[in-house]
């Protein structure tokens, strides 16, 4: 049984045409990683999924219920809502920029929503918060706000956060583009380390090294398509696509 699966997924934003027909299947405890160029439409994707953007035609599922479904840019299915709320909740999202909430500190940051959305109650929640930045390797920063923080940092509080809400699936959205090149092995290692322990994981990145290693699955998108899928292996060793072949060129 698929945890998530998209049929035939289309997006446009007026003349242009982000999405055409992208349909993928992802099982419970995967990793799959989505490269390709700029403006392939990977990071739309990604936010098509957990309904923070709208799309034009196709159907989504999760856990192989019908999530939403649209056809010529009507909404022709949309999930109960508190039901769907429910849904969405188990999606965590790792965005390129960190949104942290400035004026709180780690720990508030961590502790917010399973209190205000899930009405977890406060001791139950930073006893929870302070195993997750523990686990992120933050336990120590605890008290700080998040301007004292480096960019790996405030992203692992972010993953933090994330994971506070116990998601099945963790999106990751290019979650280490807005960092200097020597944070990112300390984003990467948190995210191998929740691959590891079975976390199903989709990763928009641009880190190829993560791709090939922490990846079940590859995934090559230009101009709105999955142009080639396959093993790491397959993907990097022996890509068959001519246009992945000079990506692969371009970027290793």
Do not use: W
């Not at 933090?160 to 116990?166: K, P």
Request: with cysteine; hydrophobic share 45%; net charge neutral.
């Amino acid at each position: 049984m698929s945890i998530i699966k998209t049929e035939n997924i289309d997006v446009s934003f007026g003349d242009l045409h982000v999405l055409k027909g992208v349909s993928l299947e992802v099982q419970p405890k995967e990793v799959v990683c989505i490269i390709g160029p700029s403006g392939a439409g990977k990071s739309t994707f990604l936010r098509t999924l957990n309904g923070l953007e709208k799309f034009s035609s196709g159907k989504i599922f999760v856990d192989d219920n019908l999530l939403d479904e649209y056809a010529n840019g009507n909404h022709v299915f949309k999930m109960p809502k508190k039901e769907r709320a429910q849904v969405l909740l188990e999606m965590g999202m790792v965005f390129q920029r960190f949104n942290l909430f400035p004026h709180k500190t780690v720990l508030q940051n961590v502790m917010i929503a399973p209190v205000h959305v899930k009405k977890v109650s406060k001791a139950d929640a930073k006893a929870r918060a302070m195993e997750l930045l523990a686990r992120v390797g933050l336990a120590d920063k605890a008290d700080e706000y998040p301007s004292r923080l480096s960019g790996g940092q405030q992203q692992r509080v972010a993953i933090a956060r994330a994971l506070a809400m116990e998601p099945k699936i963790m999106l990751f959205d290019e979650p280490t583009s807005a960092l200097d090149p020597e944070l990112v092995g300390e984003v990467l290692s948190v995210m191998q380390e929740l691959a590891k322990e079975g976390m199903t994981m989709i990763v928009v990145t641009h880190e190829m090294g993560f791709a090939r290693e922490v990846a079940n699955r590859v995934l090559f998108m230009e101009s709105g398509s999955i142009v080639e899928e396959g093993s790491p292996d397959q993907i990097f060793g022996n890509p068959k696509s001519e246009r992945l072949q000079q990506f692969l060129k371009s970027v290793l």
